[in-house]
């Protein structure tokens, strides 16, 4: 690993820790320089703002890893498969918390001006399997694959903001209703909430 590599892992790591305890808000840059034993100057040639620190946060939530996603397409079910993507997504909004999760969400939104943002990987993912489920009939709603996925992320960011608001309500399981709602999942391929879980 290059000492870049290891600074910047650092910083991260460091502002990670300040941002869970403080609250990103109370967290400035000079704060992340003291803890991390850095100058200002050290800081901006890795990062261009405290901003860009966020980023860090989103890049991994766009796609799953390979043993997660070969787990996912060992299912039968296409919408099974979608639900534990959709799970596993959810999964790295609450590690990150509350606070991180709605200042990430703010970005997103001021940065894509108010529209979701889903990464090509992500796309590439979801859009076959939306495809394949309306072919089977597992899911009824028509619309194109595309519409449904912008509709599901726009439903997803509702609920997270929802959440980070601190609303006492049961972040998957929301989820997981909405999903097969908007998707009007056909009876026959419906199964419990508990059942589409990640082992």
Not at 23 to 44: E, H, L, M, R
Not at 141 to 151: F, K, Q, T, Y
Request: with cysteine; aromatic share 12%; proline share 5%.
């Amino acid at each position: 690993m290059s000492k870049k590599q290891t600074t910047q892992e650092n910083i991260l790591e460091i502002a990670d820790a300040l941002f869970k305890e403080q609250g990103y808000d109370n967290v400035s840059v000079q704060d992340i320089c003291d803890q991390a034993g850095i100058a200002k100057p050290t800081f901006y040639y890795y990062f261009p703002s405290k901003e860009d620190l966020l980023k860090q946060y989103i890049k991994p939530m766009n796609i799953a890893p390979y043993p997660i996603l070969r787990k996912i397409f060992s299912e039968t079910s296409y919408w099974k498969q979608l639900w534990m993507l959709t799970k596993y997504s959810i999964d790295d909004y609450i590690n990150i918390g509350k606070d991180l999760c709605a200042q990430s969400m703010k970005m997103l939104l001021n940065t894509h001006g108010g529209h979701p943002y889903i990464s090509k990987d992500a796309l590439s993912i979801t859009l076959p399997i939306i495809e394949e489920a309306q072919k089977a009939g597992e899911i009824q709603n028509m619309d194109s694959p595309e519409e449904l996925v912008e509709l599901l992320w726009t439903q997803s960011i509702g609920l997270l903001l929802r959440w980070c608001c601190n609303d006492d309500f049961d972040l998957y399981e929301m989820h997981f209703k909405a999903s097969e709602s908007l998707l009007n999942i056909h009876p026959d391929f419906r199964f419990s909430f508990d059942d589409g879980k990640i082992e």
